[in-house]
Structures are given as structure tokens and as C-alpha cells.
């Protein structure tokens, strides 16, 4: 999927569904993402691994969006997983809105896909 | 280009000579002989203005994007040639960057035209899957090859990269780019020639890299500009880099100044398109008027994150200050939303010592953000930056925020 800012592509590991963003999140496409994200959730992943690396720009309609979808995820006991670089500057923009508390960081996709893979909570 | 094999459409075997005979008033068969000939002179000047309409329609509205300014323009060959195949465009790539094309196709009239339609289409689709130069051409010789009737195409095709200022040019059989800089001579950017569209099976097109200094200009042109009936194609190239030296490298004027000296210096009769881009950054002061539309706040980022940079931002301050402009922008465009059509917004940016502020402010009545499911929006912008301030008054919204820079950020 792609417009002319955001392009979206998907991959599966082990089982854990990675969806990789490159481009700008904003209003004007967030609720098409959404949509598109939603579409590729099922019931037997353990969770969705959402690689942020090269999405250049995500304001608080993509922050939002990002809130939406782990709490989609949660009531199916699945979790989100964001991945973003260590010094990636969006880091101080979704750490101000607590997005950890619904979708934890991590700095690689292997890393984030480690994590779901372990069994239990 | 035209193409030499190519009649025109006058049907000479209309009127022998020896049917013309001396003018008989009331003969019948001089009657419907002069009547046919009107027809198909009428019909010459239908195909003309068809073939002159569907070209004209189908070159492209040249993108606005802040930190480039465009100019292009099409002139049709004349009577005995008429409408030939060149085009030129424009395409916004992500990241900034555009991607710049111009071609021209064999043949004449609305054949021609129409496979320039053709040819249109999918240079824009192999371009929009963000492809190198290289790669462009090599898609479209094999789409020629596979797909398409007709005579021979050549095509240039660059990346103008307005962060980087960098022009990235590859040429199928098309004359190269002129680069006008600030400060020196015109010079043709090296461009690897390769072969025409549709002649190879196996062609090698390579690209080239340039530097673009600030306010350089890029000039793609057709054949019709540099070779004409009396004027060889080095000769064509030589003069019109000396034209050069004398015009304005400001788009506009430059489209303006070489239409004006072709007919001297080329003689031509051949149709001709050009297309001019030049890097124009910000200066000290950021200005600008968008109209208040969801597709412009993508080329408000743009010219805001550019401007940022040039004034000594941190890639960490450039991001959280965009972010906060960004806010505050979309929120422009939500109030404007329900008002008049060509409601616009504006970006005003500036720097007093370390201290950076940008104001926005639009025509539209400031509502809650939680009224637009925008309510992380307003905390985000004061945490991102020092200050914020909204004045909503019968006029519009102005949003000011101000943050001071780190020491050590480039001044």
C-alpha cells in the first residue's frame, strides 16, 4: 500500500506479523493506515510488530492511531510493539505522550520479535 | 522531432491539374472538386486543432513545491510540420524530491500525441515506484519495445533533490541539461548518452550525479530548441549555451527569453518544449501562503524542516519544532475545512538570535482540539516547544510559538 507520503509493507516472522511504515504518518492518511493495519490482524499472532525506523514524521493523529491499534490488539490479548531507533528524534515525541504504557519501544524489529515470541505474559 | 517518412495530410491527388482546367462558372465537376478540397482543407485544420488541443491538455500543472520554483512551456511546430510528440513533466517524489522528465516522439499530428499520452503514463508509473534515473529508462525502452507502435522516442529523465541539491540525469538519445549557476557560465551536466527508446534490446543507460549550488537552475529542452533546418545539433548546443550567459535563471523569465531568440538561432519549424527548475531556499525569514487544503501540510513540513536546517537546528530540534508546526498547521486546515473553498493558511518563520518562532495563523474560528479527536495536539506543541500562544479573533486564528535553540547549533 502506498500514497504519495506513506508506504506501507508487511512481513511475517515466526508467526508475528511485521508491518513496516516508511514516509509521514498525519491526519491526512492516519485513519487509511489504520484501516489498512487492521485488515492484516488475526487471532493466531501473538502480536504486531509495528517498524517505525524510517517513518521520518508521526504527529498526534499517528500517535493516536498508535493508541487505537494496541488497544485493538489488547482486547484480543495480543500486544504491540514499536520499533524505533535509540536516537531516533520521534522517540521524544511518542515517550511525551506515554505510548509505552500501551505499546513498548524497542530499538531493532529482531528485538521486538524476540519478546513476542516468548511464551506467556 | 519530425518525422521525415511522415505526409502531411493535404491530399495533392485531389485535384490533378488537368481536372482544374480553365474556371467554368456552374461546371459541375470543378463544383464538387473545389467542395472536396475545402473538406479536406477544413479537415487539415480540424486534425490540427485536435492534435494541438489533446497535446496542449495533456501536459501536466507543474507541482508547486516550497524550496523549487517550475516553469515550462510548449510551443507547437509550424503549419507544414505541425503538432509533433514532445512533452515534459513534472513529477513530486517523497522525500522532497521531484522528478523531472521531457521527451519527444517521431511522428506528427494526433497520432503523435496520443502515444505521447501513452508515454506519459508510464514514465509517471515507473517513476512514482521511486525508481533511478537508469532504471526509468530502462522500463521504458523495454515498454516501447514490447508495447507500443511507432517510430522512435528519446526521453531524459533526473531527480532534483532540493536537500541534498543534487541532480541526478540519465538521457536516452536526448540532448542534456543545461545548469544555469549563480556566479558562472552555463554548462551542460554530463549525461551519459544512451541510446533512443525502442532501438535496443539490451541498451546501457547510466546516470549521471551533479552538484547544484543554491539558485541553480536546471534546463531541460526538445531538439527543436538547439537543431533546425540550417543549424547542427553541436552547433544548435554551442549557441544556445552562450544564449545562456545573457538570460534570466530565474524560470519564467529563461522559458520566456529562450522562446524569444529560437526562431533566429534555430530557423526551426519543429515543435519544442522546455522545462526550467530552480533551487530556491528559504531565506532568513520564512513567508508562506498555502492554500488551506490536507495535501498542503506535507509542503508546509517540507519548506519549515528546510528552513530550520539552514538556521542552525539540531536534526532533534528540527523534528520536535516540526512536529509542534505540524499541529498547529493541521489545525488550519481543520478550521478552514467547512469555510470557503480558497481559504488559505500561513507560516511565518524567523530567528532572533538562538531563538526560533513560527507563527501560524488562518482564517477559520480556533475550536478545542478534543472537538477533532486532535486532543494529544495542543499538550504536545507546548511540551515540544517553549511558548505557545493562540489568539482566536473575528479575522482568524494566530498560533505563536517560540523555543531557543541549543548552544552549539550552527548559526
Redesign the interface.
Known amino acids: 500500500m502506498r500514497d504519495p507520503l506513506v508506504e506501507l509493507s508487511f512481513d511475517e516472522v515466526d508467526s508475528v506479523l511485521v508491518g513496516r511504515i516508511e514516509g509521514e504518518i498525519e491526519s491526512i492518511n492516519a485513519d487509511q493506515l489504520r484501516g489498512a493495519l487492521s485488515q492484516r490482524l488475526t487471532n493466531d499472532t501473538p502480536g504486531l510488530v509495528l517498524d517505525l525506523t524510517q517513518a521520518g514524521y508521526l504527529d498526534s493523529a499517528g500517535v493516536e492511531l498508535l493508541f487505537d491499534l494496541a488497544r485493538r490488539l489488547r482486547t484480543h490479548r495480543q500486544q504491540l510493539r514499536l520499533v524505533v531507533p535509540a536516537d531516533a528524534p520521534m522517540r521524544r515525541v511518542l515517550d511525551l505522550c506515554d505510548i509505552e504504557e500501551v505499546a513498548p519501544m524497542d530499538a531493532t524489529v529482531e528485538a521486538a520479535i524476540e519478546v513476542l515470541r516468548e511464551p506467556g505474559e | 522531432m519530425v518525422d521525415p517518412e511522415a505526409e502531411g495530410a493535404a491530399p495533392e491527388r485531389a485535384v490533378p491539374p488537368e481536372e482544374v482546367g480553365e474556371p467554368a462558372e456552374g461546371d459541375p465537376i470543378l463544383g464538387a472538386t473545389i467542395d472536396a478540397l475545402k473538406r479536406a482543407a477544413h479537415g487539415v485544420e480540424i486534425e490540427r486543432e485536435v492534435a494541438e488541443t489533446l497535446q496542449r491538455s495533456l501536459l501536466p500543472k507543474l507541482p508547486a513545491i516550497p524550496g523549487l520554483k517550475l516553469a515550462a512551456r510548449y510551443r507547437p511546430g509550424s503549419a507544414e510540420t505541425r503538432i509533433g510528440g514532445d512533452w515534459y513533466d513534472a513529477i513530486?517524489l517523497?522525500?522532497g524530491k521531484v522528478g523531472i522528465a521531457i521527451g519527444d516522439v517521431v511522428g506528427r499530428g494526433v497520432q503523435a500525441a496520443a502515444r505521447m499520452a501513452h508515454l506519459q503514463s508510464a514514465l509517471r508509473a515507473y517513476a512514482l515506484e521511486a525508481l533511478r534515473p537508469e532504471l526509468v529508462l530502462e522500463r521504458m525502452n523495454s515498454f516501447v519495445l514490447e508495447g507500443e507502435k511507432g517510430g522512435m522516442v528519446t526521453l531524459l529523465y533526473a531527480i532534483v533533490d532540493p536537500d541534498a541539491s543534487t541532480l541526478q540525469v540519465a538521457t536516452a538519445g536526448h540532448p542534456p541539461p543545461l545548469i544555469l549557476r549563480p556566479g558562472g557560465g552555463p554548462t551542460f551536466a554530463e549525461a551519459p548518452a544512451g541510446s533512443p527508446l525502442g532501438v535496443n534490446r539490451f541498451p546501457s543507460y547510466a546516470e549521471s550525479l551533479a552538484t547544484l549550488d543554491p539558485w541553480s537552475t536546471v534546463l531541460l529542452y526538445t531538439d527543436g530548441l538547439v537543431e533546425g533546418p540550417e543549424l547542427p545539433l553541436g552547433e544548435g548546443l554551442d549557441g544556445l549555451r552562450t544564449t545562456a550567459e545573457d538570460v534570466p535563471a530565474e524560470p519564467e523569465g529563461l522559458c520566456r527569453a529562450l522562446l524569444s531568440t529560437v526562431d533566429s538561432r534555430a530557423g526551426s519549424r519543429d515543435d519544442l518544449a522546455l522545462l526550467a527548475i530552480q533551487l530556491t531556499p528559504p531565506g532568513e525569514v520564512l513567508s508562506l501562503a498555502t492554500p488551506a487544503k490536507?495535501?498542503s501540510?506535507?509542503l508546509m513540513?517540507r519548506a519549515v524542516a528546510q528552513w530550520l536546517r539552514l538556521s542552525g537546528a539540531s536534526?532533534?530540534e528540527?523534528?520536535?519544532m516540526?512536529?509542534a508546526c505540524?499541529?498547529a498547521c493541521?489545525n488550519a486546515v481543520?478550521h478552514a475545512h467547512s469555510a470557503i473553498s480558497d481559504a488559505q493558511f500561513e507560516v511565518q518563520a524567523e530567528r532572533d538570535g538562538p531563538q526560533v518562532q513560527i507563527v501560524v495563523s488562518d482564517g477559520g474560528t480556533w475550536r478545542p482540539p478534543s472537538e477533532q479527536?486532535?486532543?494529544?495536539?495542543l499538550p504536545?506543541m507546548r511540551?515540544?516547544m517553549d511558548e505557545v500562544e493562540i489568539e482566536p479573533s473575528a479575522e482568524g486564528t494566530t498560533v505563536t510559538m517560540r523555543r531557543r535553540l541549543r548552544e552549539g547549533g550552527a548559526a
Open positions: 513530486p517523497r522525500g490536507p495535501s501540510l506535507a513540513r536534526e532533534a528540527v523534528y520536535e516540526l512536529v505540524g499541529e493541521a481543520a479527536g486532535r486532543g494529544r495536539g504536545l511540551e515540544l
